[in-house]
């Protein structure tokens, strides 16, 4: 079986590499000719994904219809924001037959649109499913183990699609709650990077550790008002990216938050990352979608304050800290309570 995998980052060289070694012929596409050159001729990913070797099964390529045409599986590994752009340019040589994954992880900024609403607009008569999880590239690659979920409408198709990714260090579930998954995985960027800004104010365990905590309510709130099932959040998808990514260091977002609280300016952060950071872009958008809905974001809305108002994050801390006192168990009884059907 062909499987294609669009995008040769980390994330996307690791799943190349996950299934290649299950002996399926990897088609990887990245669209700039000069980094697929290193992949075929130094065997690695060295910018992205340094000492891992590329097995035989991998073929790396620039042309989209060689990568797509005879694929069963599309694996979407671009950078959020260009995930219509890859799918209108794919649209000429995809059949309905394929089945389509998205490993990406945010929402579509001119839309507030999940990316399985801007794959299903730009391709609609194929099946969509998402990938998400704790699962840093740099580990997956390494087969350190974790467990990873797969959530789409077709149980069975799931199902399927769990045995093609699944091996014996790379656990994959299901969740029909594709909203929910969707939007853990999107939204925990935001919380990453306050985590990160946590750690370079040189607050404590204590500091992040209420952050996280607050932070999985806040998010699971939004969840909620745009259709998601609040327990999602307590899975793999909510609370478990949430912890990976708000305390390793492969986390672009809490690197680049660090670096925010040692007081670099964000283009400057951007720039020395390297890489695309997704939990700016998302705080921006879910600040919006908690203002059009009227629901309460309080972390969101000081990460707002110091990405594109240019607050100190000092003053942020100390106007959150501020805040009228609630009662928690009140607050999360509600959450959950009208959170299940």
């Known amino acids: 079986m062909k499987i294609a995998v669009l995008g040769a980052g980390s994330w996307g060289t690791a799943l190349a590499v996950l299934l290649a070694e299950k002996k399926y012929e990897v088609r990887l596409w990245h669209r700039r000719q000069e980094l697929i050159q290193e992949l075929i001729t130094g065997k690695q990913n060295k910018k992205y994904l340094p000492g891992v070797e590329l097995p035989e099964e991998i073929i790396p390529t620039t042309d ?9 599986i599309i694996v979407l590994a671009v950078p959020s924001h260009i995930v219509r752009e890859i799918c209108s340019r794919i649209k000429p040589f995809v059949n309905s037959e394929q089945y389509l994954v998205n490993v990406a992880k945010g929402i579509e900024e001119s839309t507030y649109f999940r990316l399985s ?17 704790p699962s840093h590239a740099e580990e997956v690659a390494r087969k350190l183990p974790t467990t990873v979920v797969i959530s789409g409408e077709m149980k069975s198709k799931c199902e399927y699609l769990q045995d093609i990714f699944s091996t014996d260090f790379f656990r994959v579930y299901t969740n029909p ?3 929910g998954v969707e939007l853990g995985g999107a939204l925990k960027n935001i919380i990453a990077l306050g985590a990160g800004i946590s750690d370079g104010l040189g607050y404590g365990d204590n500091s992040k550790a209420a952050l996280m905590t607050r932070g999985i309510v806040e998010i ?38 660090i670096l925010l609280g040692e007081g670099m300016p964000i283009d400057k952060v951007l ?5 695309v950071v997704e939990g700016v872009r998302a705080t921006k958008i879910a600040f919006e979608l908690s203002k059009i809905y009227s629901c309460e974001m309080p972390i969101t809305k000081g990460l707002y304050k110091i990405l594109y108002e240019n607050a100190d994050p000092k003053d942020v801390v100390s106007q959150m800290m501020a805040r009228k006192s609630t009662h928690e ?3 999360i009884n509600s959450l959950y309570y009208h959170g299940w059907n």
């Open 64 to 72: 989209l219809e060689y990568a797509v045409s005879e694929s069963e």
């Open 117 to 133: 609403q801007v794959i299903n607009e730009e391709l609609p008569y194929n099946n969509v499913f998402v990938l998400s999880g």
């Open 177 to 179: 709650d594709m909203v």
């Open 220 to 257: 699971s709130r939004l969840g909620r008002i745009l259709g998601a099932k609040t327990e999602t959040f307590a899975g793999l998808t909510g609370v478990g990216d949430l912890i990976v990514t708000c305390t390793s260091m492969h986390s672009r977002n809490r690197r680049a938050g």
């Open 271 to 275: 720039e020395k990352i390297g890489m």
């Open 329 to 331: 168990i009140e607050e």
